[in-house]
Structure formats: structure tokens, C-alpha cells
């Protein structure tokens, strides 16, 4: 195919799906790279992503955010990363770091896991009033710092 003037000649390819339809996004800090794995999810988990950025956002106003190991993190500068997320083949994974001091505790944990607990959304099962009770109190909690 021929250049036509203000053509380029790299083309943004979208971002590759790893394994469970994860976004294969590089590592980076601030809104950009989040917004970028967001729009590269798949299906319905895109818009529970985008709904899951606009409830930590509007819960936590001074929130932190990047990219580190393929999946969106949220932080508080100075205290760490208090929650991240992750796209599997039918769920997304919400991680809270101190989660074992959430009330209610959140389901997933393992006697590996340490404080670590998550929940796996599946489609239609986003219960958005107890997602924003569990952010403002992981927000207000020591974070994890790698």
C-alpha cells in the first residue's frame, strides 16, 4: 500500500491478549497506561474496568495509578498499592494488598496470601456499593510496597 502525505508508516497495532484475554500492556505510571489496558480488555470485563477506575477515582481523589506486571494499580504516594486488578478468561480478579483487614474480609485468600484477599467479578455480579466500601477503607491502609 502506498504513503499518501500525513500517512505514517507505523500503524498502532493493539495490544496483544496473553493468556485468560489479559492485556499485555508495558510498564508505566499515571492515567495513560490504565486507560490503554482498559480499553484493551475484552467484552463486557472493558466496561466493568471502566467502572472500576471511575468508583476508585471518585472514592479516592489523590489516587495513584500504573501499570506493573500486566494488570492496573492503585496507590496513595508514600503508603504503596492498595488494590489491582487482573483479566481472566470469565472473571476479573480485584486484588486488595491488606485485605485481611477489610470488613467484610473479601473471599479469595489462601494461607500463601498472607494479608492479600481478592474477589472474582464475573459478568453481572459487580456489587458496586460494596466495592466502594471496600477502596476508601484499603485506601486509608498501609499499602504494599514492592
Known sequence: MAKTQGQSTKSKAAPVLLSGGNPQIAKGDGD???QAYISAMPGWKRRLGERLDALIERNVPDVRKAVRWNSPFYGIEG??????FHVFNRYLKVTFFSGISLQPIPPGGTAKSKDVRWIDIRE???DEARMADWVKQAAALPGWIP
Open 79 to 84: 503508603q504503596g498499592w492498595f488494590v489491582s
Open 124 to 126: 453481572g455480579q459487580f
Open 32 to 34: 495513560a497506561p490504565v
